[in-house]
T-cell receptor, first 114, second 113 residues
């Protein structure tokens, strides 16, 4: 069935280093790929998204890349800061459903050490 | 601007009891969603609604009931709570369907004893 796999499940980096989180999806018809950040005790918040007609998108220290052929997309955070520590979720929208349903990855806990 | 709110934020109940989790949004978004979050599973869709009086099942609907008589409210009811329904529940809303940003509420942490 529809599935999104996310890796790694945990990631620890030194402040100032880069962090990369990777996701793969199963439905080749997916066309919308958001990334959410969830801080402790809060709901997920959208940080960046990408659509299937674009290969890369950047917003300050955050970038997302999409490889439709490989059905793979990644989140890149540069110059990490302690406040980047959180759980990050990727998701894919299955356009065939026409409902806006998102299928989420399992999440990555990012720890940025000062 | 309140955005999207959930109540209660924390709830303890017993097996077999009925529980209703409330979700309210002030944006007049058409779409609303209920997810549950469990370790190792990420967020899984329970039910969603494209508009008032239109609801449909998600990945894990068993044991849950929803209604949407007004655009701004989307309550989730556990008709007879089970321990496996212990989870954190998130409500979300979106202005439209595919490709639209979903905005999440703060969550309800439910413990079923």
């Amino acid at each position: 069935g529809e599935n999104v796999e996310q890796h790694p499940s945990t990631l620890s980096v030194q402040e100032g280093d880069s962090a990369v989180i990777k996701c793969t999806y199963s439905d080749s018809a997916s066309n919308y790929f958001p990334w959410y950040k969830q801080e402790l005790g809060k709901g997920p918040q959208l940080i960046i998204d990408i659509r299937s007609n674009v290969g890369e998108k950047k917003d300050q220290r955050i970038a997302v890349t999409l490889n439709k052929t490989a059905k793979h997309f990644s989140l890149h955070i540069t110059e990490t800061q302690p406040e980047d520590s959180a759980v990050y979720f990727c998701a894919a929208s299955m356009s065939s459903s026409n409902t806006g349903k998102l299928i989420f990855g399992q999440g990555t806990t990012l720890q940025v050490k000062p | 601007d309140a955005g999207i709110t959930q109540s209660p934020r924390y709830k303890i109940t017993e097996t077999g009891r009925q529980v209703t989790l409330m979700c309210h949004q002030t944006w007049s978004h058409s779409y609303m969603f209920w997810y549950r979050q469990d370790l190792g599973h990420g967020l899984r869709l329970i039910y969603y609604s494209a508009a008032a009086d239109i609801t449909d099942k998600g990945e894990v609907p068993d044991g849950y009931v929803v209604s949407r008589s007004k655009t701004e409210n989307f309550p989730l009811t556990l008709e007879s709570a089970t321990r496996s329904q212990t989870s954190v529940y998130f409500c979300a809303s979106a202005i439209g369907g595919p490709g639209e940003t979903q905005y999440f509420g703060p969550g309800t942490r439910l413990l079923v004893l």
